[in-house]
């Protein structure tokens, strides 16, 4: 069945530094990979995804990688700023197109 | 992407009782779908919305508990029936935007069951 591991759960960084965030999935299917931020109290927003036939892609600060062999892709935020603290969410989607979600990392950025 | 509208925002019920959740899309999409998010955890997917035909559940989610429509594509709602507090949680609808990618949510149910 599917299932996304988020590691990990919990990161703090100074403000302007980099922070990486990593998951693993199991469906060999799975085609889609977006990621999610979740502010206290707030819905779910995309902030970036990736398709199966690229690798990479950025916008701005933020970064998706994929590496479909190992079956792990990577959210990466550079020059990180307080409002960048929030929950951030990794999730696959496949043939069937529901999304499955990661646990979660509440990322707290330190000004 | 699509823009969801979801009511109520939330509600405080008696156990035993039932529930109706709305989502509105402001435009016709293939695929809604509907989660569950308990405090401090992640989204839990509870069905497949399919317009036509009867919801799709994931494991651990039945047809009784949680019933679904979805009359068109622009509209579905979700009940959770007879509610016991282990029910409290909240509860969000999804949309998939075109090619079925760029999901977006509704703002979301809190329900409190006492």
């Known amino acids: 069945g599917e299932n996304v591991e988020q590691h990990p759960s919990t990161l703090s960084v100074q403000e302007g530094d980099s922070a990486v965030i990593k998951c693993t999935y199991s469906?060999?299917?799975?085609?889609?990979f977006p990621w999610y931020k979740q502010e206290l109290g707030k819905r779910p927003q995309l902030i970036i995804d990736?398709?199966?036939?690229?690798g990479e892609k950025k916008d701005q600060r933020i970064a998706v990688t994929l590496n479909k062999t190992a079956k792990h892709f990577s959210l990466h935020i550079t020059e990180t700023q307080p409002e960048d603290s929030a929950v951030y969410f990794c999730?696959?989607?496949?043939?069937?197109?529901?999304?499955?979600f990661g646990t979660g990392t509440l990322l707290a950025v330190q000004p | 992407s699509a823009v969801i509208s979801q009511k109520p925002s939330r509600d405080i019920c008696q156990r035993g009782t039932s529930l109706t959740i709305q989502c509105q899309v402001d435009?016709?999409?293939?695929?809604m779908f509907w989660y569950r998010q308990q405090p401090g955890q992640s989204l839990t997917l509870i069905a497949t919305?399919?317009?036509?035909?009867?919801?799709?559940?994931e494991s651990g989610f039945v047809i009784d508990k949680f019933p679904i429509s979805r009359p068109n594509l622009t509209f579905s709602t979700l009940t959770v029936s007879n509610m016991s507090p282990e029910d409290s949680s909240i509860y969000l609808c999804?949309?998939?935007?075109?090619?079925?990618?760029?999901?977006?949510f509704g703002s979301g149910t809190r329900l409190t069951v006492v």
């Open positions: 999804s949309a998939a935007g075109t090619g079925n990618y760029g999901y977006t």
């Open positions: 919305a399919n317009q036509g035909s009867e919801a799709t559940y």
């Open positions: 990736i398709r199966s036939n690229v």
């Open positions: 469906d060999s299917a799975s085609n889609y």
């Open positions: 435009s016709q999409v293939t695929m």
């Open positions: 999730a696959e989607g496949g043939a069937t197109n529901k999304l499955i």
